[in-house]
């Protein structure tokens, strides 16, 4: 099947071309010494980024918030927490951003506020507030002593551990959360939640963002019968992501998004969506530039493969289990929608470990799985230290860990008779402060970060994997990163070719290849500490192709080498 080049409706799906890096603000740089990352800080390091040569910066949040959940619980919409600076500092960002050719993405949580959102504050104050049905309120369970164990209207749990609800004493009625008791869900079957979003969304269109990342976004339409989930064995509560996951009205919401904001506004913007559970069904049609919802998706089918019942039950990765998961991804948004591509983000742990090898093979490992990812079809996502090759930190105890689900998972693990020592490693493999450590730009005892001790630990290994050091060092991971995007960016084959997965079998080498109008290129990458020879059906072919990236030639690989090779038909 010969692939046409995508059209690109008039540049309006300008990201299909780009390559996005995500700033988490508290942990990348500190320009007041406080310990914590600010706006003046990324502001001050967009030179890396230049370089690095991506189009896109997508900024977790930096809205005002108690920071129960490091800012993904939101105070006010439309404002900058002064512990990361103002307006005026973000429109600074904004300014430098452009002057260098970049974009600004801004993450948008819509699913839930925080408690201290004056929306809640007036919700939770009276039954009767005017606000009340902003949020999902309802009475114990029937039959039920309210404010006990087992009162709460449903079996939910919480994706942050315990009960998705908490009792309120003011009003004797319980409010739902997903995530933490300070994040309770909005109700989006009310207009006027919906609106007063749209209008937070305009706010910052028209101050100039160029798009949104939105957490979470697929949980925001929910089943309002509100029904018990099913309980698996040994499990504490019910699942109800039946309930909410991609709800009754989610296109139907996304689709009015769309047609009140996105549509009427000028500039060509970028909207992807966080999704976790989104099938490839569901994503074809949210990705379906016909139907006006979002330009591509986070789904996590690839990051919940070394995972059992949940996320702490670490398993090793089957390679060919991760190559059927991406393929099928590929191959299903080949012809519709458009994909997104991601090892690595503030919520998982560095790939490099997980995925890789964080030891004497760290640098080859961690170039080849950004070449494996990034000559996928898609919008690659590079995670901040990602093109450092940064690992997981061997956290020595718990009062080391900072976030919340990580925590909580500790309380109530050991609360239910686990060994502390197994949940520490549970917690030293797949926390998220895995990936929230701070930026390492030099070598120094605070690693340039900023100009005292910060919010969490340093990488102790920061002496030798710095920016500074990599920016000098041509070999580096980071210049890797830099001819990859390059390639992209010079190679059309990289943006539209189609892909076919090779050697699906072979539990050690990842292969596929890129076509477009006579041009081939093969993607080889070895997940393993032995050289290969992989049994290629035409590697006589390839021995003489030239090589885009990486060194050496032909196909046979050394221990976690990526290659890719390229011939003209
Ligand atoms: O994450 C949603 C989400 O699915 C994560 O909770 C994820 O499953 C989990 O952390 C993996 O361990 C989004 C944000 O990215 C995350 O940082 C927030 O904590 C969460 O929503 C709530 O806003
Ligand atoms: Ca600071």
Redesign the pocket.
């Known amino acids: 099947m010969t692939r046409h080049v995508a059209p690109d409706h008039g540049g309006r799906q300008w990201w299909k071309s780009s390559v996005v890096s995500q700033i988490y603000p508290r942990s990348f740089a500190d320009s007041n010494g406080d310990g914590i990352g600010d706006l003046p800080g990324v502001t001050s390091r967009l030179d890396h980024l230049a370089a690095l040569g991506v189009d896109v910066v997508w900024l977790?949040p930096v809205y005002p918030s108690p920071q129960d959940?490091?800012g993904?619980?939101v105070a006010d919409y439309c404002d900058i927490d002064p512990m990361f600076g103002t307006l005026a500092d973000l429109d600074d960002l904004a300014a430098g951003l452009r002057a260098r050719g970049m974009k600004l993405v801004m993450d948008l949580?819509f699913?839930?506020t925080s408690d201290e959102h004056p929306w809640f504050v007036e919700s939770r104050a009276a039954t009767d507030s005017a606000r009340r049905d902003w949020y999902w309120w309802r009475p114990a369970r029937p039959g039920t002593t309210p404010g006990t164990p087992g009162a709460e209207p449903n079996n939910w749990g919480s994706?942050?551990s315990g009960p998705a609800w908490t009792f309120d004493e003011t009003t004797g009625e319980y409010y739902l959360h997903l995530?933490s008791r300070k994040?309770p869900d909005l109700n989006w079957e009310h207009p006027d939640v919906r609106h007063a979003l749209h209008d937070v969304m305009r706010f910052w269109l028209d101050r100039g963002v160029d798009g949104f990342r939105m957490?979470?976004v697929n949980f925001v339409s929910k089943d309002p019968a509100l029904p018990d989930g099913l309980v698996a064995p040994g499990a504490r509560f019910g699942d109800g992501s039946p309930h909410f996951l991609s709800g009754p009205r989610i296109h139907e919401f996304l689709q009015e998004l769309h047609r009140e904001v996105i549509a009427p506004h000028q500039r060509p913007t970028m909207v992807v969506g966080?999704m976790?559970g989104v099938t490839l069904e569901d994503a074809r049609r949210f990705t379906d530039p016909d139907r006006r919802e979002v330009d591509m998706v986070f789904q996590?089918e690839h990051v919940d493969l070394d995972a059992g019942a949940s996320?702490w039950d670490a398993r090793p990765l089957d390679l060919r289990a991760l190559k059927a998961s991406l393929s099928r991804w590929q191959v299903g948004l080949a012809d519709r929608g458009w994909n997104s591509l991601y090892w690595n983000?503030?919520?998982?742990p560095r790939a490099v470990s997980r995925f890789g090898h964080d030891g004497e093979h760290r640098v080859m490992a961690a170039k080849m799985l950004a070449t494996v990812l990034h000559l996928h079809r898609g919008t690659p996502y590079v995670y901040q230290g990602e093109e450092l090759g940064l690992a997981n930190v061997a956290f020595g105890h718990i009062d080391d860990f900072r976030d919340?689900?990580s925590r909580n998972h500790y309380a109530e693990a050991l609360a239910h008779g686990a060994d502390p020592a197994v949940v520490l490693e549970q917690l030293r493999a797949?926390s998220?402060d895995n990936a929230r450590t701070p930026m390492p730009w030099d070598d120094s005892p605070t690693g340039g970060f900023g100009s005292t001790r910060p919010w969490i630990a340093l990488d102790p290994g920061h002496r030798r994997t710095n920016a500074g050091a990599a920016l000098d060092d041509p070999d580096s991971v980071f210049h890797h990163y830099r001819r990859l995007i390059a390639l992209r960016r010079d190679d059309p084959v990289v943006v539209h070719g189609d892909f076919t997965l090779l050697l699906a079998d072979d539990p050690q080498v990842y292969a596929f290849t890129r076509r477009l109008d006579g041009v081939e290129l093969l993607v080889l990458g070895n997940f393993g500490d032995d050289p290969v020879e992989p049994a290629l059906p035409d590697d006589a072919a390839w021995t003489d192709a030239d090589v885009v990236v990486g060194t050496g030639s032909g196909v046979s690989l050394g221990p976690w080498e990526g290659r890719v090779l390229r011939r003209v038909h």
């Open positions: 977790s959940d490091n993904y619980d949580v699913n839930h994706v942050f995530f994040q957490d979470v966080e976790p996590f996320k983000n503030h919520d998982q919340i689900e797949r998220r």
